[in-house]
Nanobody, 121 residues
């Protein structure tokens, strides 16, 4: 049973920074691709940052240059460092894990419970 627990959200002013953390359990973390998504009220969830098991990183255009994703496999943890925050970054942020279960089952996708980030103008 995969469990993802996010922390680090909160209220910050425009231009401020926050660091989100997500601890995974119940999975072989270093074999998984992991990422962060967000969902603002009335909008669809979007994946904003992703880091593969081999360390390849991608960002959505909306956060590129401002957010940084990293992982610590020894701690089963993925981080999202957010800087130069804008009011439009306000959303619930979710940790995401893609767990590869082999050729017969394929990849299973998991999301955490989310942590609220609010950026005041």
């Amino acid at each position: 049973h995969v469990e993802l627990v996010e922390s680090g959200g909160g209220l910050v002013q425009t231009g401020g920074s926050l660091r989100l953390s997500c601890v995974a359990s119940g999975t072989v973390f270093d074999r998984n691709d992991v990422g962060w998504g967000r969902q603002a009220p009335g909008k669809q969830r979007e994946l904003v940052a992703r880091i593969t098991s081999s360390g390849e990183i991608t960002y959505s255009d909306s956060v590129k240059g401002r957010f940084s994703i990293s992982r610590d496999n020894a701690k089963d943890t993925v981080y999202l460092q957010m800087s130069s925050l804008k009011p439009e970054d306000t959303a619930v942020y979710y940790c995401n894990v893609d767990e590869y279960m082999g050729p017969r089952i394929g990849t299973l996708n998991y999301w955490g419970q989310g942590t609220q980030v609010t950026v005041s103008s």
